[in-house]
């Protein structure tokens, strides 16, 4: 949809805004506070909670906190098990800190710290190795395709090093690389197809920018788990120590893959020793949670509007890192659990049913929400709107998603938002995002709710509470309460 489009859809229910429609209860609002949303954002990011990875017991933990807030709320259990709703995922859990030590080829043996030289890939294999290093490009085999980073190198019992990303060019059949082959688990597959025993992946500097630190990732691909097979990311540095030529030299090798389009792998005159365990299960419990305000409108209340946020974030690897996730996201399931009390204490029921779901799972694919799209509390026809709240606490504006597929919802937000404190933005996009993606692609109207430059500490041991803006917090939320009420009260839409 164009931009006048959305202007002029803007002007429309900036009109009926003022004349027709309900307006959110002061009580609801009185409930949403910088305050009470930063306290609950300190209880989800307690070292106690582990990081919330999903079905550990710090998020199971933090899942039946938020059960009992919707309990003291009045909320009605929207799960099969109370308020929780369950489901098997795969899982991998850290049970010591992992360690990496690099010897260079001038014999300098380096240990590298966890956190800021190297962390495991959330789905590493365990294992205890030590063995020469190859270098082999971007990690890819596709012979078929013109392109092989392993042609004429031997890397049987070696620990392969490879960049992160895909080429940003396309292959000699000029059709785009597959995304699953940017996977770590995807690369780990090829790597022991070739006889190498673990894999280091790292990222290099773009221009102008230094090359980002290694980050805390659960998000692991398709294909069978290598269960012996040890990923680790490390940082330029570590990687440029293994290379052996110094500052850039990985860089320059990226920049001459990209220039001729043809690999230029090598064995390397440089070891590593890598010590990894984790305890993994192709099928371990997790759960949504999920608490519901039944709606007062005889013809309304069997329609939904619902409200949701990831609970789970990346976890924590041994007592070496943790990962707190304070907005990403405890902020979105703080801002869920609020928006929940502000509708209980709004002093009237809306008259469509509002569902307040905490999703588990999204941090390794958007499980929880593509679960609770098959197995949806209302059905998914009767769905008026789904409002996702993610990373919403970090940053200096507002941003609202979906405008390009659900414009009159968008447009609504942003002419409540221009009728008070004037802090969203302009830009937008369609098919929702993150938990928004599955019920978007199902069919169900959704906004996503974000704050701009909201990334700075993403997957990082850094993304703590004290990084937050409070007042941009509280902010946000409120508009969502604002545009939340309008849809729940059924008023043109």
Request: aromatic share 8%.
């Amino acid at each position: 949809m164009s931009t006048i489009r959305i202007a002029r859809l803007v002007i429309i229910v900036l009109v009926a805004a003022s004349a027709a429609f309900a307006q959110a209860p002061d009580a609801g609002l009185a409930v949403i506070t910088a305050d009470r949303l930063l306290a609950d954002v300190g209880h989800l990011t307690d070292p106690a909670l582990d990081g919330r990875l999903a079905g550990s017991p710090g998020y199971l933990a933090a899942a039946r906190w938020a059960a009992d807030r919707f309990a003291t709320l009045g909320l009605s259990p929207g799960g099969e098990d109370g308020y929780l709703q369950w489901f098997d995922i795969e899982y991998n859990a850290f049970v010591a800190s992992p360690t990496l030590a690099v010897t260079g080829a001038d014999g300098v043996t380096t240990a590298c710290a966890l956190g800021p030289d190297f962390t495991a890939r959330g789905f590493s294999g365990s294992g205890d190795l030590a063995s020469s290093v190859a270098f082999v490009g971007y990690g890819l085999s596709q012979p078929d395709r013109g392109y092989d980073d392993y042609a004429g190198l031997d890397v049987t019992g070696k620990i392969v090093l490879c960049f992160k990303p895909n080429p940003s060019w396309a292959p000699s059949d000029s059709t785009a690389w597959a995304a699953d082959s940017q996977t770590p688990r995807q690369k780990s597959l090829v790597a022991q197809a070739h006889g190498a025993i673990g894999l280091l992946w790292f990222e290099t500097a773009a221009t102008g920018k230094p090359a980002r630190a290694p980050i805390g990732s659960v998000l692991h691909g398709p294909g069978k788990m290598p269960v012996n097979f040890p990923q680790l990311e490390i940082s330029e540095g570590v990687a440029e120590k293994l290379l052996g030529a110094g500052a850039g030299e990985a860089a320059r090798l990226r920049e001459l893959i990209d220039k001729d389009k043809k690999p230029h792998s090598k064995a390397l005159e440089s070891t590593a020793k890598v010590s990894v365990y984790a305890d993994y299960s192709a099928k371990h419990p997790t759960c949504n949670v999920v608490g519901v305000l039944r709606g007062s409108d005889p013809k309304l209340a069997g329609e939904a509007l619902v409200i949701g946020g990831h609970l789970d974030h990346v976890g924590r690897q041994g007592e070496g890192l943790y990962f707190p996730g304070a907005n990403d996201n405890a902020s979105g399931a703080s801002a869920v659990l609020r928006l929940a009390e502000a509708f209980a204490r709004a002093g009237a029921r809306p008259a469509r049913t509002v569902v307040f779901v905490l999703f588990s799972s999204e941090e390794s694919g958007l499980e929880g929400a593509k679960w609770h799209v098959a197995h949806p509390f209302l059905p998914l026809k009767d769905t008026a709107a789904m409002f996702n709240l993610d990373c919403v606490a970090c940053g200096d504006s507002i941003q609202v998603g979906s405008g390009k597929t659900s414009p009159e919802l968008w447009a609504r937000a942003r002419a409540l938002d221009e009728a008070g404190d004037n802090f969203m933005v302009t830009r937008t996009w369609g098919d929702g995002g993150a938990d928004a993606a599955p019920f978007s692609q199902a069919g169900v109207k959704t906004l996503y709710w974000v704050t701009t430059n909201s990334y700075p500490h993403l997957h990082a041991p850094g993304d703590l509470p004290e990084t937050l803006n409070g007042p941009l917090y509280e902010k946000l939320v409120r508009l969502c309460f604002r545009t939340a009420w309008e849809v729940a009260m059924g008023d043109g839409s």
